[in-house]
């Protein structure tokens, strides 16, 4: 069984007070929160015990976290003697959120879309807390992110996408108004091997072919899913990740976009 670790860290000082992100070793970290998937429990660490987290990160096969690659790994790294990067697999959930999105938005605001659940405070708060002995609310603070984080990552495994709301942001890369709730798929989420994918769309735009696709939609009709199992024809690449094709579901032709496709096969 692989051993997966949830993580999230607080600091001690701001990014006001360090000069800005070009300063995030100085930061400080005043506590680490994990998730352990193999225990089915959390614990934190405070400034005394970052030893026993590099000891959790040795055994690890997967770290999990949301900005973990721009903040946390980055930030945490001088207190260890091991290259995470090196030695963990890292699923970074902001990664998934840029790559569809093309902009990065809040832990918040995905866990409010997702799971109806939101952040109890603020980074800010944390730096204030630590720095008033309130290790108590700090704990707290940092393990329900990790709670929030673990979630989420929950949700895409099992069901292949997570949500955003995107009710304030200006809609660039959609030609239509945008819902509020726009699903995102998980790279995580087992699907079919990317290269597999692509030599079965290859042939059926080749050929023509009809084929059944798992799809996950950015925005669901009313009463829909957003993943369902749509039959359509394949008609033209677009781009390297988007062909044309007939949808029998809406009897149109629409743009399906191939990171969107979790499985497909020939009719």
């Not at 660490?45 to 959790?56: K, M, S």
């Not at 949301?66 to 001088?78: A, E, G, R, T, Y």
């Not at 495994?157 to 942001?169: I, P, Q």
Request: with cysteine; charged share 30%; aromatic share 10%.
């Amino acid at each position: 069984m692989e051993k997966r670790i949830v993580l999230d860290l607080e600091t001690k000082n701001s990014f006001d007070e360090v000069g800005g992100r070009d300063h995030l070793q100085d930061l400080e970290v005043s506590l680490v929160g994990v998730y352990d998937y193999t225990q089915d429990a959390y614990h934190a660490y405070d400034e005394r015990q970052f030893d026993q987290v590099e000891a959790v990160l040795k055994k690890a096969d997967e770290l999990i976290g949301f900005s973990i690659k721009q903040f946390d790994i980055p930030v945490l790294d001088p207190y260890l003697n091991i290259s995470i990067r090196e030695s963990v697999g890292v699923i970074d959930i902001m990664d998934d959120v840029e790559r569809i999105l093309g902009f990065r938005v809040s832990l918040d605001n995905i866990s409010r879309a997702t799971l109806g659940a939101s952040k109890n405070g603020h980074g800010l708060d944390a730096i204030k807390w630590y720095r008033e002995g309130k290790l108590d609310l700090l704990k707290k603070y940092c393990l329900n992110d990790v709670k929030l984080t673990k979630e989420i990552y929950d949700h895409g495994a099992t069901h292949g996408y997570f949500l955003a709301n995107l009710k304030n942001f200006n809609p660039l890369f959609t030609d239509g108004p945008l819902r509020e709730e726009y699903a995102i798929p998980a790279s995580w989420f087992r699907r079919e091997e990317e290269a597999s994918l692509q030599r079965l769309l290859e042939r059926a735009v080749a050929k023509k072919h009809n084929i059944e696709i798992d799809y996950v939609s950015s925005m669901a009709h009313e009463g829909e899913s957003f993943r369902k199992k749509r039959v359509i024809e394949a008609k033209e690449f677009l781009s390297k990740n988007s062909f044309k094709a007939f949808c029998f579901l809406r009897k149109d032709e629409r743009v399906f976009k191939i990171p969107r496709i979790l499985s497909a096969k020939i009719l």
